[in-house]
């Protein structure tokens, strides 16, 4: 059972959702440690006042706020108290909208909302009646002495909350929009066929982190006393003209779709018998293997994805 971060209620009109807060991603990220070399001991971090250049303990350490340059306002957790009063362990609907006229920027950080003891009825009310609507709900709360924007909407039966920015939080974007610029009718029409050729329905699972999968071998490589193969990145090839790099593009889409469809080579690709195999780079056959669920292949060189992939065929 995932430990609750955060316990309250979801409040819409008269009716209280008491509800528990859990964590909805679980990052696969790789953490590394800082460590002294020559004796192998991790480097720590300490609080020091800057004028006494010493550490401070906890307890003598408070926030506060630079009302102007060197003057501070001293800030108690009973003021936090009172500033959250307004929200304070309630999720406070505020409206019910269509979920897809929300834009993804908005959406910051998501969380999952289960129901406390003896919540179940209640929970499964919102639940149920938010599905038959067809709508998610916009609500404010306060978290950890902030007040945030929230948007609720169902997933797998379970109500999941949307930490959201608030709109004066979201850069404006006409210093950065390029200039109006004439584009040829040929080249977009060349644009839209490539956007065409990778279009497809969303399947999550397909995607996965390369890069973490390359680190995590070269520690294994280091780990058993190898020397982990390096292999230097290649600098962007110069775009000959936007025409011709977009009919590449089309081309090189077609024979990587017409490949995948062949499953090893077929004559629907005219391949050599084992799908153009030879042709793709590493990174290639490792997207091949995903598709075919070959184990270990994050350890395996380009040689031995090539054998495991002519194997599956």
């Known amino acids: 059972m995932p430990r609750a971060i955060w316990s309250g209620s979801i409040s819409f009109g008269l009716v209280n959702v008491p509800v528990r807060m859990y964590s909805a991603i ?39 706020f630079e009302y102007e340059k060197g003057e501070y306002v001293y800030m108690t957790d009973e003021d936090f108290d009172a500033a959250g ?3 304070f362990k309630t999720i406070d609907i505020r409206d019910f909208v269509p979920y897809e006229e929300i834009d993804p ?12 003891e003896n919540a179940e009825k209640v929970y499964a009310l919102l639940v149920q009646a938010m599905e038959r609507a067809g709508l998610a709900a916009i609500a404010k709360y306060v978290m950890r002495d902030k007040q945030n924007l929230g948007c609720l909407r169902i997933r797998d039966g379970v109500i999941t909350l949307e930490k959201m920015y608030f709109a004066d939080e979201i850069r404006p974007t006409k210093d950065i929009a ?27 699972k397909k995607y996965d982190d390369t890069h973490r999968d390359a680190l995590c071998e070269i520690i294994r490589a280091k780990k058993a006393g190898k ?7 290649k600098a962007p090839a110069a775009t000959p003209d936007l025409l011709t790099a977009l009919k590449e593009s089309v081309e090189a889409a077609g024979r990587r779709r017409s490949g995948t469809k062949a499953r090893g080579g077929t004559a629907e690709n005219g391949g050599s018998g084992n799908g153009g195999l030879d042709d793709l780079s590493k990174e290639e056959l490792y997207e091949r293997a995903k598709e075919y669920d070959i184990k270990g292949r994050a350890d395996m060189s380009k040689t031995q994805l090539l054998k495991a992939l002519r194997a599956a065929a």
């Open 85 to 87: 009063a307004e929200n």
């Open 227 to 233: 020397e982990p193969r390096v292999k230097k990145p």
């Open 178 to 204: 390029p200039a109006k610029t004439k584009v040829e009718s040929r080249e977009l029409e060349m644009a839209g066929k490539l956007i065409e050729s990778f279009s497809g329905d969303f399947q999550p």
């Open 26 to 64: 679980d990052e696969q990220d790789l953490h590394f440690n800082y460590i002294h070399e020559p004796d192998g001991s991790r480097i720590g971090y300490q609080k020091i006042c800057k004028e006494e250049e010493k550490p401070v303990p906890d307890d003598e350490i408070v926030k506060a």
């Open 105 to 116: 920027i908005y959406f910051e950080r998501t969380y999952y909302l289960g129901p406390q």
